[in-house]
């Protein structure tokens, strides 16, 4: 099983930026996926997570309004559009994945099995 996540980058204070995590080696639609990030420093948090059709989602605090999960079943790739980004969105995000049922979404880490490696995101004042 592998999950790749990319588009990460060094940006300005409200900009934004999409990042991806493809998947191999797993039924895709069969899988919850989940963002965290973690910023130096810090504990991983987590950020948002979709269930196995796209039809749920949940975020944190800090990401509602700015942030969007999405996923492409077809591509078994899955997205988050971060906009208005500020300095202390920057983190290596990373992207998790679990088996589920229909609706599920997961928001702690210890919940899912399976991990990317993560993308920088760098926001710069």
């Known amino acids: 099983v592998q999950l790749q996540a990319s588009g990460g980058g060094l940006v300005q204070a409200g900009d934004s930026l999409k990042l991806s995590c493809t998947v191999s080696g797993l039924f895709f639609t069969n899988y919850a996926l989940g963002w965290f990030r973690q910023a130096p420093g810090k504990e991983r948090e987590f950020v948002a997570a979709?269930?196995?059709?796209?039809?749920?989602?949940a975020y944190v605090d800090f990401a509602k309004g700015r942030f969007t999960i999405s996923r492409d079943n077809a591509k078994n790739t899955m997205y988050l559009q971060m906009n208005n980004l500020r300095p202390e969105d920057t983190a290596a995000y990373f992207c998790?994945?679990?088996?589920?049922?229909?609706?599920?979404?997961?928001?702690?880490?210890?919940?899912?099995?399976?991990w990317g490696q993560g993308t920088l995101v760098t926001v710069s004042s």
């Open positions: 998790a994945a679990q088996i589920s049922g229909t609706g599920s979404t997961y928001n702690l880490d210890w919940q899912y099995r399976y």
């Open positions: 979709i269930n196995r059709s796209g039809y749920n989602t």
